[in-house]
Each structure stands twice: as C-alpha cells, then as structure tokens.
C-alpha cells in the first residue's frame, strides 16, 4: 500500500505545477509573515523581483491546513483497509481450520474459496477508491494554489510595474539573489490575509 510519505511528498509537485516559474521548490524555510514593504526599485533598466515558491507553499495556513487534512484521511483510510485484512485473514484461518478437521465438503471448500476471492478484491478496490480520492482532492489543492499565487503575483507586477518576477530556489535557474528584491513575504501576507478555504 502507498505510504503517507508518497501522499505528501507528491505535495511538492505543487511547484511544478507552477508554470508562471518554471521550475521546481527546494526546502528551504517559510518567509516571515510580519507585513513586508515592497522592495527596493530600480533605479534604471528591467526592475526584476522574486519569490520563494517553497517558502510560500510552507507559509500558506490555508494550505498547510489542507495538507494536514489530507493525512488525517490517508490515515483513517490505511486504518480501516488494515482492518479489512485482518478481519479477512482470521476468516481464511477459520475456514482452513473446518477443512483440516474435515468439516467441509469439497464442494463447500470451493464456494467458500470463490467468496474469499470475492471478498479480497472489493478490499482492493476499496482502498483504491480512498486513494484516488485522497489524490484526487490533493490535485484540486495545488491546482487552487498555484491558482491564487499566480493571481497575487499578476496584481503585484501590475501595481508596482515589475518586468520580471522570478522564483529562486535548488532547481531554479536563479543561483544568487539580493534580499532587497524578494517579495515572498509581501505575497504571503496577501495570500493569508483572507480566510478561504484552499479547497
């Protein structure tokens, strides 16, 4: 069965999701939520800024609050598919011990085999279902995400005129950057400061 690491690890495919960057996250630490001022302007030329995408998937409540909702289900649903099994298999250790006393009849033995058959695959197709769904609501997740960053990214470069705003992290193809010119926190603040669900 799929573990939690795989659910939530595919969490980091939010980034890629985003191609307004580009490119994907890196580990790197939440943006302090204090409220931030806009950064230095150019004087001349391009006026070029730049966000974290790691650090405002990390500092997105409304994420972060779905992301936990997510594993209390993947949890709940790895539970009850454990419970299944066990409940299958003392089944199965009962009727192996009616054989090997004699107490069923070969035509029995059959019919019981074709249930427990049965029986296994509706288990499979049960956890399937719980997982498809977990996933699919991650999808809608960082499709809403991605969604709403690119929104507030959009009114920034259209309020203070930037040329360029790019993502700086381990994959990106920004290796150094000036912290006069990151915006992560001022985008955090706008995306925080409402209260609706991400869902």
């Given at each position: ?9 595919a969490s980091a495919l ?62 709940k649903a790895q539970e ?120």
């Amino acid at each position: 069965m799929t573990d939690i690491a795989r659910i939530l690890s595919a969490s980091a495919l939010v980034l890629l999701c985003l191609t307004f960057f580009g490119c994907d996250n890196s580990g790197t630490a939440p943006a302090s939520a204090a409220p931030a001022a806009s950064p230095a302007r150019a004087t001349s030329g391009l006026d070029i800024v730049f966000v974290k995408v790691d650090s405002l998937q990390a500092g997105y409540t409304a994420v972060a609050t779905e992301l936990q909702r997510l594993e209390e289900n993947f949890l709940k649903a790895q539970e009850n598919h454990a419970g299944r099994v066990k409940a299958l298999e003392n089944e199965v250790k009962g009727l192996q011990n009616q054989m090997q006393q004699g107490l069923l009849a070969p035509n029995k033995v059959q019919a019981e085999q074709q249930r427990i058959a049965r029986k296994e695959q509706e288990i499979m197709q049960q956890r399937d279902l719980a997982l498809n769904s977990i996933q699919e609501d991650q999808m809608r997740i960082q499709q809403n995400f991605s969604e709403r960053v690119k929104a507030v990214l959009e009114d920034l470069q259209e309020e203070n005129g930037y040329d360029f705003i790019l993502n700086q992290g381990q994959n990106s193809a920004v290796l150094i950057t000036n912290d006069d010119y990151d915006i992560t926190s001022l985008v955090l603040q706008r995306l925080n400061a409402t209260s609706d669900s991400i869902q």
